[in-house]
């Protein structure tokens, strides 16, 4: 059985709702969008700022904690998967 329910709402409370679903949406798709412009295999600058550390740190983390590299003709990547599962690893 569906039932349906009105509820009027003062024109004041209706808008905020709308605003606020209205950004809701916004920040969802802008989210979505970012993911869909990260390759799956990025260059050390690309990683760190993919992680929000500094350079200087993405390396030392991949000297500390062994972060795999992907090398082919001396150029280095460095995998959006991997990078995932490893703070998935470091999460406690």
Known sequence: ?????QIKLPD??????TNLAREALQTALDEERQQQRIP???KAGEASEYLG??????????????????EIDGVKR??????????K????
């Open 12 to 17: 004041e409370l209706a808008t905020a709702v």
């Open 53 to 70: 550390i500094s350079r200087s740190k993405f390396y030392s983390w991949v000297n500390t904690h062994g972060i795999p590299t992907v």
């Open 78 to 87: 460095y995998s959006k998967d991997t990078l995932d599962a490893f703070m």
């Open 89 to 92: 690893q470091h999460e406690h």
């Open 40 to 42: 799956p295999y990025m």
């Open 1 to 5: 059985m569906d039932t349906t329910v």
